[in-house]
């Protein structure tokens, strides 16, 4: 299992980034995806997760209304836009295969949001 996560970076408070997490080494389609993330100091929080026919996605409070994820079967990838940016989002992301954030996981894409 590989999961390859990009898209990351500096961003100012309320701009906007899209990860992407391209997998292998398994059937993607078959899985429910996740995305978590660890901020610096605290522990891994599950952000968001979507099955595996894209239908139905979950969002934790705390970026309900703001992030979006996706997936593309075709090319097997999951992905995570995120608009209207907070220093709080400031994070290392991962993708998660599965609906648990301690699935596996690949090395993550780290997040800075800050002026």
């Known amino acids: 299992v590989q999961l390859q996560a990009s898209g990351g970076g500096l961003v100012q408070p309320g701009g906007s980034l899209r990860l992407s997490c391209r997998a292998s080494?398994?059937?993607?389609?078959?899985?429910?995806m996740t995305w978590a993330r660890q901020a610096p100091g605290k522990e891994l929080e599950w952000v968001a997760g979507?099955?595996?026919?894209?239908?139905?996605?979950a969002y934790s409070d705390s970026v309900k209304g703001r992030f979006t994820i996706s997936r593309d079967n075709r090319k097997n990838t999951l992905y995570l836009q995120m608009n209207n940016l907070k220093p709080e989002d400031t994070a290392m992301y991962y993708c998660?295969?599965?609906?648990?954030?301690?699935?596996?996981r690949g090395q993550g894409t780290l997040v800075t949001v800050s002026s």
């Open positions: 998660v295969r599965g609906q648990s954030i301690w699935g596996e």
């Open positions: 080494g398994f059937t993607f389609s078959n899985h429910v």
């Open positions: 979507l099955n595996s026919a894209a239908s139905g996605p």
